[in-house]
């Protein structure tokens, strides 16, 4: 038997079933028209951006890299609750554009980013975050010739780490951001072209669950900033801090103490050195914000035993669930929170396997897990879907097609 991780609170059963939003699974399924479906709750997000802002000191804004789930609706709805939005591409820029997201709070991160999209970006008002000399460069030509001033801040590539973080962006060589010592030539020179200085992104890992790593890098962050200011000669009109808050997947995981973090924060803003002391401060979070928020619903279609073992085995998978089937990014793999959807208030009663529908051995959902009796037509639910699950996952592989997606 393989433990799986912890139901994220604010799940509970409405006549046996599994509510989501306070509406049974089966109601979500019908108003979708088809399995499998990702459902994603309003209220979810509501509050945990609530909470997550009466952790954090106020000064200090909230942005939202769309990466993590860029369905509109979730977009359109988490415009009214965050203060920016992160993109990653030209096609992420058009889906923040889409959702109404006033330009000036966007910011466009990643490495690669062609011409194409500095130009679109440029022209919409959105700040840059630039990845590389070379990247400068191209981005002051290309404003040059369309006559606009860009807005322009550094991507540094720090020499510390988020420890204990799933996915490390920082420390040593990386294809991400400018290192250190680079960075105050390169700011130089945006800064003698006249166009819009917007100061510095340091983005450092992701998926960590140690409040204490957490400060300490935050800690660094704002040194490591505050010296940069300074060798530059010019203040920083903006610091994103990054962000790095995860969520707990696994059996053992315990949630990030967010309340430690803010307290922490706040200590540090108290006594900021002189040239931070203007600065817009923010923390650009993912999978924090979304990622509970979502459930993966899933029918079962077929259920079998092989050399005493039982099958049940979806019409879902690792199309759209890569990361619960264990095959993005991890060594190990080990169970998400998976339930019975249709009986969520019932007792475990047998050790099953919940497979996907594709024909790869790779395809699993939940392995040896202790569920409650379930049947062909029966409703399985993958917790912890709200990120990296439609959009990070190979949906046209074998022909299967994307998922149904849909906000209540
Ligand atoms: C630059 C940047 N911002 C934000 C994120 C979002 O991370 P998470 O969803 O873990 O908060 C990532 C993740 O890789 C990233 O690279």
Not at 397 to 407: I, K
Request: hydrophobic share 45%.
């Amino acid at each position: 038997m393989k433990p799986l991780g912890p139901i994220p609170a604010g799940y509970g059963a409405v006549g046996g079933e599994l509510a989501i939003g306070g509406r049974p699974a089966s109601e979500l399924v019908a108003e979708s028209g088809r399995t499998p479906v990702f459902v994603y709750s309003r209220q979810h997000l509501d509050e945990r951006i609530a909470q997550l802002r009466a952790a954090l000191p106020n000064r200090v804004g909230i942005n939202y890299a769309i990466k993590a789930n860029s369905f509109a609706p979730v977009l359109h709805h988490m415009a009214g609750l965050v203060d920016g939005f992160d993109i990653a591409s030209g096609g992420e820029l058009a889906m923040a554009q889409a959702a109404g997201l006033d330009p000036a709070r966007i910011s466009f991160a990643g490495p690669g980013k062609r011409d194409e999209e500095l130009e679109a970006a440029i022209s919409a008002g959105v700040t840059l975050n630039c990845e590389s000399g070379g990247e400068v460069d191209r981005a002051l030509a290309i404003a040059e010739r369309l006559g606009l001033t860009p807005r322009m801040a550094l991507r540094v590539n720090p020499s510390f780490e988020l420890r204990g973080s799933g996915m490390k962006m920082g420390g040593g060589a990386k294809p991400f951001g400018i290192d250190e010592a680079q960075v105050p030539g390169i700011a130089r020179k945006i800064l003698e072209a006249a166009a819009d200085w917007r100061g510095l992104h340091i983005f450092t890992g992701s998926q960590a669950l140690s409040a204490d790593a957490i400060i300490e890098t935050q800690g660094n962050v704002l040194d490591l900033a505050s010296r940069l200011a300074a060798e530059i000669g010019a203040s920083l009109p903006k610091l994103n801090m990054g962000g790095g808050f995860g969520i707990p997947y696994f059996h053992g995981d315990e949630p990030l103490d967010v309340a430690a973090i803010g307290s922490a924060l706040g200590q540090r803003l108290r006594d900021l050195p002189e040239n931070l002391r203007q600065t817009e401060l923010c923390v650009e979070l993912g999978r924090y914000l979304v990622g509970e928020a979502g459930v993966y619903l899933t029918r079962i279609v077929d259920r079998k035993v092989s050399h005493g073992t039982t099958y049940l085995v979806t019409d879902g998978g690792l199309h759209h669930q890569l990361a619960a089937s264990g095959n993005f990014g991890t060594v190990v793999r080990r169970n998400y929170p998976v339930a019975i959807a249709s009986h969520f208030d019932a007792e475990p009663a047998e050790e099953v396997y919940v497979v996907g529908c594709l024909c790869t051995p790779l395809d699993r959902l939940a392995d040896g897990a202790m569920l409650p009796r379930a049947e062909v037509g029966d409703l399985v639910a993958v917790f912890c879907a709200g990120a990296y699950g439609a959009n990070a996952s190979p949906s046209a592989f074998l022909g299967q097609g994307p998922a149904a997606e849909m906000l209540v």
